[in-house]
């Protein structure tokens, strides 16, 4: 999709946005206003490694002038969810005040003003900072809501040339959206220069938004919580209802609408919600907010921030946690209760959700609860989106983005509609005498049936009349519109081969979580054994997907099952298979990039672990948790551990003898990282883990990981890549550290923090780490050390309390520690 539009500017034109970069370099920025939104937007920046200037009032009475600013970024330093991917960048941020550091602008690049949603404020700030920029400095602003062109009339035309906003969502390391709200005159090549940086740079998904209220998601996404309001109160449903009906099962967050709230901010919703009603003339005028939250609001409750908004949590009378539901008829709490919707159940199955939404649109209205809810909300939703056609943005691209990126819809309205079906949807519409939008209409009498066609490659644009194609942003893109020109080139139930172009292939899992079950194991290894078809057609390969998540790891339920029929032999073959499968990624005869994102857990991790280089998106959550079911990592995990903590000893050599400090306190590393089940928080975390090596790549932008995981395929193609030998001389540390390690499992035992339980599985993992109780330094092979793995594992299959770890994760997404 175009991120942003001009004449001069179309994202997939590599001249101009050379052009814009030139004459708008981005080099050092400047916040203004230390507040929520301010600071984190510092963070972010100071994530993708830049240096920022973080402003605010110099306090009265204080003698440190920075006071605000400092507290701020120590708030930052321990804020959760973490602003930044590494504590340690928060170096890049320099403080300072209003009165003492303003000249300081003159340094900066782009200035993002970040202060109170006060239009007099706001200007008065301005008005100062004008006098310290440079000639080409961008100052932009974040207001959520306030006309962006009235902020800056009064500033000089150079000023106002070079002015616009920039919306972004809170948290900003974690909310991919950037609005970008250009004026009339806004100089499109600073727009563009921008929105490349936040692209490339912050990873944002940036649109192009009108100077209207709210902008686009605000918009779209006020009326659709305060309209679901309207339509609870109608229905009287309760708020565990609306939430588990506005939850997953249409592609929504999980939270639903109320415990989104709760975490979002009750003060927060009621001030979008208020300008909402405030500025927003249009036909919907009728949404207000429930009598209920103005009285949550006069009495504090807040949300998660003061502890209590629809939801609170109390200990009972055991002592136990208890979560209560806010009833808004009466402001009592009651225990929470999980809903009873037939039609929910039975969609829950389907993990499609396109075909989840005409199933759940397929029921009776006048009988079945949730076809009378989503009958209600959604095309009301629908019309609204249509309506704002045009005035909140140029077309229905921009504005699907928008809620996916801004509120993490799966699918944005439009994206919805077609997959409800338009002209179906539209007959039903007329039947129950709602108002069709004159968008709607136009689409119909264009004789098109659907807002997209050609598997989204082209949307119905309203200006012309006519099918459009979806413009692309040069380097970011999805497997699934590569499939649209390349096509799939061998597939199975689990997994596929997928022809990326420029004779690089991409091996994308598709399973429920991408859990790595038997088909995928025999598909990878099939596909990258010396001689197949693919490894004599390809140079290279790449292993990513779409999916939120790289992989969750091996299939837990097909190895409990194996478990509870005590079928031994079973499990010792689909180890040694799955070991196969690692083991084919490491040394097969093309390179392989790995491209994790997202959850990268057990297996998944055993897979990268293995490539010849990883490019991995920065919000990766990583790690070898199988000691949480009770296992050890058994695919080749602890041995690739292993390897890494030698060579970070530089003890990789045949001469030197393993049982060097260095080595010990590698190895003590490790062996903490896997027994204690470890997983980063981002991928500079993964680095320091030593999931990823210095040498590889971290990218900003979820839409770029295929393309730069190709670019680094080729690059290794290119430059003669040959596979590693498999290692016979790896110096095994022996039973010194092995000792020591078990020093310290006793000394944990004893002081209670871990289990009997966790006492086996931890021994079992430092026998493998340290290469078993032989001499420091003896020379064992990798095979060896697999050998280890597979016979820790199955030796703890055999234990009743690692069933019972397994089935109660597969029941509740948790650990268990007995």
Same mark, same amino acid.
């Given at each position: 999709?175009?991120?942003?539009?001009?004449?001069?500017?179309?994202?997939?034109? *590599?001249?101009?946005?050379?052009?814009?970069?030139?004459?708008?370099?981005?080099?050092?920025?400047?916040? @203004?206003?230390?507040?929520?939104?301010?600071?984190?937007?510092?963070?972010?920046?100071? %994530?993708?490694?830049?240096?920022? #200037?973080?402003?605010?009032?110099?306090?009265?009475?204080?003698?440190?002038?920075?006071?605000?600013?400092?507290?701020?970024?120590?708030?930052?330093?321990?804020?959760?969810?973490?602003?930044?991917?590494?504590?340690?960048?928060?170096?890049?941020?320099?403080?300072?005040?209003?009165?003492?550091?303003?000249?300081?602008?003159?340094?900066?690049?782009?200035?993002?003003?970040?202060?109170?949603?006060?239009?007099?404020?706001?200007?008065?700030? =301005?008005?100062?900072?004008?006098?310290?920029?440079?000639?080409?400095?961008?100052?932009? &602003?974040? *207001?959520?809501?306030?006309?962006?062109?009235?902020?800056?009339?009064?500033?000089?035309?150079?000023?106002?040339?070079?002015?616009?906003?920039?919306?972004?969502?809170?948290?900003?390391?974690?909310?991919? =959206? @950037?609005?970008? $709200?250009?004026?009339?005159?806004?100089?499109?090549?600073?727009?563009?220069?921008?929105?490349?940086?936040?692209?490339?740079?912050?990873?944002?998904?940036?649109?192009?938004?009108?100077?209207?209220?709210?902008?686009?998601?605000?918009?779209?996404?006020?009326?659709?919580? @305060?309209?679901?309001?309207?339509?609870?109160?109608?229905?009287?449903?309760?708020?565990?209802?609306?939430?588990?009906? +506005?939850?997953?099962?249409?592609?929504?967050?999980?939270?639903?609408?109320?415990?989104?709230?709760?975490?979002?901010?009750?003060?927060?919703?009621?001030?979008?919600?208020?300008?909402?009603?405030?500025?927003?003339?249009?036909?919907?005028?009728?949404?207000?907010?429930?009598?209920?939250?103005?009285?949550?609001?006069?009495?504090?409750?807040?949300?998660?921030?003061?502890?209590?908004?629809?939801?609170?949590?109390?200990?009972?009378?055991?002592?136990?946690?208890?979560?209560?539901?806010?009833?808004? %008829?009466?402001?009592?709490?009651?225990?929470?209760?999980?809903?009873?919707?037939?039609?929910?159940?039975?969609?829950?199955?389907?993990?499609?959700?396109?075909?989840?939404?005409?199933?759940?649109?397929?029921?009776?209205?006048?009988?079945?609860?949730?076809?009378?809810?989503?009958?209600?909300?959604?095309?009301?939703?629908?019309?609204?989106?249509?309506?704002?056609?045009?005035?909140?943005?140029?077309?229905?691209?921009?504005?699907?983005?928008?809620?996916?990126?801004?509120?993490?819809?799966?699918?944005?309205?439009?994206?919805?509609?077609?997959?409800?079906?338009? $002209?179906? &949807?539209?007959?039903?519409?007329?039947?129950?005498?709602?108002?069709?939008?004159?968008?709607?209409?136009?689409?119909?009498?264009?004789?098109?049936?659907?807002?997209?066609?050609?598997?989204?490659?082209?949307?119905?644009?309203?200006?012309?009349?006519?099918?459009?194609?979806?413009?692309?942003?040069?380097?970011?893109?999805?497997?699934?519109? $590569?499939?649209?020109?390349?096509?799939?080139?061998?597939?199975?139930?689990?997994?596929? #081969?997928?022809?990326?172009?420029?004779?690089?292939?991409?091996?994308?899992?598709?399973?429920?979580?991408?859990?790595?079950?038997?088909?995928?194991?025999?598909?990878?290894?099939? &596909?990258?054994?010396?001689?197949?078809?693919?490894?004599?057609?390809?140079?290279?390969?790449?292993?990513?997907?779409?999916?939120?998540?790289?992989?969750?790891?091996?299939?837990?339920?097909?190895?409990?099952?194996?478990?509870?029929?005590?079928?031994?032999?079973?499990?010792? =073959?689909?180890?040694?298979?799955?070991?196969?499968? *690692?083991?084919? $990624?490491?040394?097969?005869?093309?390179?392989?990039?790995?491209?994790?994102?997202?959850?990268?857990?057990?297996?998944?991790?055993?897979?990268?672990?293995?490539?010849?280089?990883?490019?991995?998106?920065?919000?990766?959550?990583?790690?070898?948790?199988?000691?949480?079911?009770?296992?050890?990592?058994?695919?080749?995990?602890?041995?690739?551990?292993?390897?890494?903590?030698?060579?970070?000893?530089?003890?990789?050599?045949?001469? #030197?003898?393993?049982?060097?400090?260095?080595?010990?306190?590698?190895?003590?590393?490790?062996?903490?990282?896997?027994?204690?089940?470890?997983?980063? +928080?981002?991928?500079?975390?993964?680095?320091?883990?030593?999931? @990823?090596?210095?040498?590889?790549?971290?990218?900003?932008?979820?839409?770029?990981?295929?393309?730069?995981?190709?670019?680094?395929?080729?690059?290794?193609?290119? &430059?003669?890549?040959?596979?590693?030998?498999?290692?016979?001389?790896?110096?095994?540390?022996?039973?010194?550290?092995?000792?020591?390690?078990?020093?310290?499992?006793?000394?944990?035992?004893?002081?209670?923090?871990?289990?009997?339980?966790?006492?086996?599985?931890?021994?079992?993992?430092?026998?493998?780490?340290?290469?078993?109780?032989?001499?420091?330094?003896?020379?064992?092979?990798?095979?060896? =050390?697999?050998?280890?793995?597979?016979?820790?594992?199955?030796?703890?299959?055999?234990?009743?309390?690692?069933?019972?770890?397994?089935?109660?994760?597969?029941?509740?997404?948790?650990?268990?520690?007995?």
């Amino acid at each position: 999709m175009a991120s942003f539009t001009s004449a001069v500017a179309q994202s997939g034109d *590599t001249v101009s946005r050379k052009t814009a970069e030139a004459a708008y370099p981005i080099h050092r920025i400047a916040v @203004l206003g230390a507040g929520t939104m301010g600071a984190r937007i510092a963070a972010h920046i100071a %994530n993708a490694g830049f240096p920022v #200037l973080l402003l605010d009032m110099a306090p009265q009475g204080q003698a440190d002038r920075n006071l605000l600013v400092t507290r701020a970024l120590d708030a930052l330093k321990k804020s959760k969810p973490a602003a930044f991917v590494d504590p340690s960048l928060a170096s890049h941020i320099t403080v300072g005040n209003f009165e003492d550091d303003l000249e300081k602008l003159k340094d900066c690049d782009w200035i993002i003003e970040a202060v109170a949603e006060n239009m007099e404020i706001k200007r008065s700030l =301005l008005a100062k900072v004008a006098q310290h920029l440079r000639p080409n400095a961008i100052v932009t &602003t974040n *207001t959520s809501g306030l006309p962006v062109a009235l902020i800056a009339k009064d500033m000089p035309e150079s000023f106002r040339r070079q002015w616009f906003g920039t919306h972004f969502f809170n948290p900003p390391r974690y909310m991919r =959206l @950037l609005e970008i $709200i250009a004026t009339p005159e806004s100089d499109p090549l600073a727009v563009a220069s921008i929105a490349n940086f936040a692209e490339l740079h912050l990873g944002k998904a940036v649109v192009s938004a009108h100077d209207t209220p709210n902008f686009i998601a605000n918009r779209i996404g006020t009326f659709a919580m @305060l309209n679901t309001f309207r339509t609870m109160q109608q229905m009287a449903l309760s708020v565990e209802e609306v939430d588990v009906l +506005t939850g997953a099962a249409v592609g929504w967050p999980k939270t639903g609408t109320f415990r989104l709230a709760d975490m979002v901010g009750i003060d927060v919703l009621a001030s979008v919600a208020r300008n909402f009603a405030a500025n927003a003339a249009d036909e919907r005028s009728d949404v207000k907010l429930p009598t209920a939250i103005e009285q949550m609001l006069e009495r504090k409750w807040l949300g998660d921030k003061t502890g209590q908004g629809f939801y609170k949590k109390e200990r009972g009378a055991d002592g136990k946690e208890v979560r209560l539901v806010l009833d808004p %008829n009466t402001l009592e709490y009651k225990p929470t209760e999980r809903p009873k919707i037939a039609e929910l159940e039975m969609a829950r199955g389907n993990d499609s959700t396109p075909e989840r939404i005409r199933t759940l649109l397929a029921g009776n209205p006048e009988r079945d609860k949730a076809a009378r809810f989503y009958w209600q909300i959604l095309p009301e939703l629908w019309a609204y989106a249509a309506n704002r056609i045009g005035e909140v943005a140029d077309n229905i691209v921009d504005m699907d983005r928008a809620m996916k990126a801004g509120f993490n819809w799966e699918l944005g309205p439009f994206e919805m509609w077609d997959a409800a079906g338009v $002209i179906e &949807t539209v007959e039903k519409m007329r039947a129950r005498g709602q108002a069709i939008p004159n968008a709607v209409e136009n689409l119909i009498a264009s004789g098109g049936t659907s807002w997209y066609r050609n598997q989204g490659a082209e949307f119905f644009d309203l200006n012309s009349g006519a099918y459009v194609a979806v413009q692309e942003t040069r380097g970011m893109t999805t497997l699934t519109k $590569i499939k649209r020109s390349h096509g799939v080139v061998d597939k199975s139930v689990g997994a596929s #081969l997928v022809d990326l172009g420029d004779g690089i292939a991409c091996i994308e899992f598709h399973s429920k979580m991408n859990a790595l079950g038997e088909d995928i194991v025999r598909f990878v290894q099939r &596909t990258l054994r010396p001689g197949s078809d693919a490894v004599r057609n390809f140079e290279g390969f790449v292993i990513t997907s779409d999916a939120i998540n790289f992989s969750v790891g091996a299939n837990l339920m097909q190895v409990l099952l194996a478990i509870q029929d005590e079928e031994w032999d079973e499990i010792g =073959l689909y180890i040694r298979e799955f070991q196969g499968m *690692t083991q084919a $990624i490491k040394f097969c005869p093309r390179p392989v990039v790995a491209a994790p994102f997202g959850m990268c857990l057990g297996g998944g991790t055993e897979v990268a672990l293995h490539a010849a280089a990883r490019q991995s998106h920065m919000e990766l959550y990583m790690g070898l948790v199988e000691t949480g079911v009770g296992l050890l990592p058994a695919g080749g995990g602890c041995k690739e551990m292993m390897l890494r903590a030698i060579e970070a000893a530089n003890a990789v050599r045949a001469d #030197l003898r393993g049982e060097s400090v260095e080595v010990n306190e590698t190895i003590k590393n490790v062996f903490e990282t896997i027994a204690m089940a470890k997983v980063s +928080t981002s991928a500079a975390e993964a680095r320091k883990l030593r999931f @990823l090596c210095d040498s590889d790549g971290i990218i900003m932008n979820r839409e770029r990981v295929v393309t730069d995981a190709k670019s680094e395929a080729r690059r290794l193609a290119d &430059t003669g890549y040959a596979p590693p030998l498999s290692r016979m001389d790896i110096p095994a540390p022996g039973e010194a550290i092995l000792a020591t390690l078990r020093l310290g499992i006793h000394m944990m035992r004893e002081a209670e923090y871990i289990s009997d339980h966790d006492v086996k599985i931890a021994r079992h993992v430092a026998n493998v780490l340290c290469g078993g109780a032989v001499t420091p330094g003896t020379l064992v092979g990798e095979q060896y =050390l697999l050998d280890l793995e597979r016979e820790g594992f199955l030796s703890l299959c055999g234990e009743r309390k690692t069933a019972e770890r397994i089935g109660f994760t597969l029941k509740t997404g948790k650990p268990l520690r007995n």
